[in-house]
Structures are given as structure tokens and as C-alpha cells.
């Protein structure tokens, strides 16, 4: 692929690791989980006790929300973020949540440990410049009709403006099919891994749409040699403001971050 001159895994380079408080990301097996939306401290705090239980290192929350509808639940604004960093805070666990708009990417960095970049801004060229320009990490979703190469080049945005730590996240693409939400496609995962030296994530919440379907996708997307995964979790995923046929339980999530870590530990071994 032509033009990446800092995403492109060059010949004997190393895989990008980098380290967030006692995290390494790249090396660390990466489970991010927590709710689709924060919707209010109790169900924030509640979510982020089951993400620790779990056994998650980062703890997610949509506080600015794309939605198809604007009468849709849009997320609580910066006030959300106030409340996904309390209950960080609370069970000790480091923050994520997605930035839609420029003029709030010095907020989100201030005050969230990652930052995330949805996959209907992937390629929104200004946002992918802004958090280019600040100090934290940034997580990339890929857009859902975009290339590897594109969702390469969107990478390279934020690498050439100065960020060096950038996750690419798989979260299926559009397809025929409408039985699920996406298409998961896996094999972006092993085709990531020999184009570009970052770190490789997969969300099977957002791939597939459906709950069942949740579990089996995580533990295809470990033998396809994931870095880490992304899952919604919600402690009453029926009551969800948005996104609710494809949220766990806290219980679900607790059993599907067992059998990852029997899956990470198995593909060690292979
Ligand atoms: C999300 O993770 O909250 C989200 C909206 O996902 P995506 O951008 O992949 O649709
Ligand atoms: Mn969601």
C-alpha cells in the first residue's frame, strides 16, 4: 500500500506497545467494556463495578452519540463524561469514550483516557487532525464502507500529526446481510497485522448487533490474533437508551472475559 509512511509495518520493525497507567497496549491483551451510552451515575457506577469484575482494563461509555435519528437518545454531553470519570475513578479502571466535533477534543482529552473515533468520523479529516494533536491515545474505529487502505490512511492522519499511539479497531462493515448489524470482517485482523505495526481491536458488539452472537465473535476474532476486543456491556441492557439487543449483562460479560482469557491463553501456546 502505497503512502503510509508511518502506519506501514516496514521490514524487522517492531509492533507498536505503548503504556497507559499499568496497562501496555499492544501487549497486554486489551478488553475494553462497559455501557453502549452513560446514562446516569447509577447505571455508570454499576456498569463499571461489572467491568472490573470482569476483569476489563479500560471502562467505555458513549457520552456524544451518533445516532441515525436526531430524536434518539444522543448521550449526556460533557456532564456524561464527569460521570464515566467518577466511576473510573471509583473501581481504578482508565476511560474511554468517543469525540464527534473538534471543538470538543481538548475536553474529551483532558479529561478521558482514550479517545475514541467512531466509525462515522473515520475518515472526518479535521477530528483525525485534532486529536492528531494531543497527548493521548486514540482509538479508531473503521468506517463501515472503508477499505484497509483507507482506514490505513485515516491512521495515518493522526500518526502525521504527532500522535504515535493509534488503535485500529475492526467493527464489521455493511453488507447484503440483515440478519446482523455488520458484517464482521475477520480477516481484517491477520491482513492488519502484516500491513501496520499498531495495535488491532475488535468490537463484536457493534459487528453483529446481537447479544447471542457476542461471545462466539470474540473468541473468532482471539484466533484471528486480535490485540483486544470492545464490548457492550449494560447492567440492565433491556432498559438501554441506545443499543440494547447487542449489550451483555454484567454476568455475560463475566463469563465471556473467562473463556477470552482461556482463548489468549490457548493461542499463546499454539
Ligand atoms: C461506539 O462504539 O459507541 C460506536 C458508536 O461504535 P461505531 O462507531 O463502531 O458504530
Ligand atoms: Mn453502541
Redesign the pocket.
Known amino acids: 500500500m502505497n503512502g503510509l509512511k508511518l502506519a506501514a509495518c516496514k521490514e524487522g520493525q517492531e509492533r507498536t506497545c505503548f503504556t497507559v497507567g499499568n496497562l501496555c497496549v499492544g501487549r497486554d491483551f486489551l478488553l475494553i467494556a462497559g455501557p ?1 451510552s452513560v446514562e446516569s451515575e447509577a447505571q455508570i457506577m454499576e456498569a463499571a463495578k461489572w467491568a472490573k469484575a470482569a476483569g476489563a482494563n479500560v471502562l467505555r461509555g ?1 457520552i456524544f452519540k ?1 445516532r441515525m435519528s436526531p430524536y434518539s437518545f444522543r448521550g449526556l454531553g460533557r456532564e456524561g463524561l464527569e460521570l464515566l470519570a467518577k466511576a473510573g475513578k471509583e473501581v481504578g479502571l482508565p476511560i474511554i469514550t ?1 469525540v464527534t466535533d473538534t471543538r470538543d477534543v481538548e475536553f474529551v482529552a483532558k479529561n478521558a483516557d482514550f479517545i ?1 473515533i ?3 468520523n473515520m475518515q472526518n479529516f479535521s477530528l483525525l487532525e485534532e486529536v492528531g494533536k494531543v497527548n493521548r491515545p486514540v482509538l479508531l ?1 473503521r468506517g463501515m464502507t472503508a477499505t484497509l487502505e483507507e482506514f490505513l490512511n485515516s491512521a495515518e492522519y493522526i500518526l502525521s500529526s504527532d500522535n504515535p499511539r493509534v488503535i485500529l479497531c475492526e ?1 464489521g462493515i455493511r453488507t447484503f446481510e440483515p440478519y446482523t448489524r455488520n458484517t464482521l470482517d475477520l480477516s481484517a485482523v491477520p491482513a492488519l497485522k502484516a500491513l501496520t505495526h499498531l495495535p488491532i481491536i475488535v ?1 463484536p458488539s ?1 459487528a453483529t448487533g446481537r447479544r447471542e452472537l457476542v461471545l462466539p465473535m470474540s473468541l473468532a476474532a482471539v484466533a484471528a490474533g486480535c490485540d483486544g476486543l ?1 464490548i457492550e456491556m449494560h447492567p440492565t441492557p433491556e432498559k438501554a437508551l441506545s443499543d440494547a439487543e447487542q449489550q451483555l449483562t454484567g454476568e455475560e460479560l463475566v463469563k465471556l472475559a473467562e473463556k477470552v482469557k482461556k482463548a489468549v491463553e490457548f493461542r499463546e501456546n499454539l
Do not use: S
Request: hydrophobic share 10%.
Open positions: 453502549c458513549g451518533p468517543e475514541q467512531g466509525a462515522r474505529k467493527r468490537d457493534h470492545e
